[in-house]
């Protein structure tokens, strides 16, 4: 899998949107990048995933870079709820199915 | 369509005993993948099984831990002889393929007196 990048942490007030970048300049042309989170104490939640195209859903929207090497995730509208680490994966055909989950970055959304 | 299930939610074992941690994947799903995360720590890729099968146990401690997900019935994790560095929650994903989004459960939180 292509190694990525993220911020460690970062804040966000309620109400404004949250984006939260990520760096995955190996990214080979057959690999996604998938999102996910994970609230205090609860199981990974999926959010979204891309290949090239930006993509939306009702949880966030996915822009990825036309190189392809960085991509944000933006939640438009942030609530305390989506306090969590959010974690950036990149993986796809030709490299390991197995979803390698970093750091990620903890998100903290403020009154 | 009911989400991943995991059962015990906590699980209490004494240094010796044995572990069981199931796993029920969401309807549809046929790939079932484990990971441990140890306090303040990370995901851990532990093992990914289709049914009847062990496809990657590349994560899997070498001794005590072992996996299954027969033809019917739950994947289960199944740690022997715990021990106190065994404490962590473990984790249960399922999806429809193997380069298709994960589906998480609600994690079995062990402790080992």
């Known amino acids: 899998d292509a190694k990525t990048t993220q911020p460690t942490s970062m804040d966000c007030a309620e109400g404004r949107a949250a984006n939260l970048p990520c760096n995955h300049s190996t990214i080979s042309g057959n690999e996604y990048v998938y999102w996910y989170r994970q609230i205090h104490s609860q199981g990974p939640q999926y959010i979204i995933h891309?290949?090239?195209n930006n993509e939306t859903n009702e949880m966030a929207s996915l822009i990825i870079t036309e190189d392809r090497k960085s991509s944000t995730l933006i939640l438009p509208h942030a609530t305390l709820r989506d306090t969590a680490v959010y974690y950036c994966i990149v993986r796809g055909a030709g490299g390991s199915y197995i979803p390698t989950f970093g750091r990620g970055t903890s998100l903290i959304v403020h009154p | 369509n009911a989400g991943v299930m995991q059962n015990p939610r906590h699980l209490v074992r004494r240094r010796g005993q044995e572990a069981r941690l199931r796993c029920s994947p969401m309807k549809g799903h046929s790939h079932v993948y484990w990971y441990r995360q140890l306090p303040e720590e990370g995901l851990k890729f532990m093992v990914y099984?289709?049914?009847?099968?062990?496809?990657?146990e590349s994560g899997m401690p070498k001794e005590r831990f072992s996996a299954e997900f027969p033809k019917e019935g739950p994947s289960i994790l199944r740690i022997q002889q715990v021990v106190r560095g065994d404490s962590a929650a473990y984790f249960c994903?399922?999806?429809?393929?193997?380069?298709?989004?994960?589906?998480f459960g609600p994690g079995t939180r062990l402790t080992v007196t």
């Open positions: 891309g290949l090239k």
């Open positions: 099984l289709q049914k009847e099968n062990i496809i990657d």
């Open positions: 994903a399922s999806s429809t393929g193997s380069l298709y989004e994960q589906y």
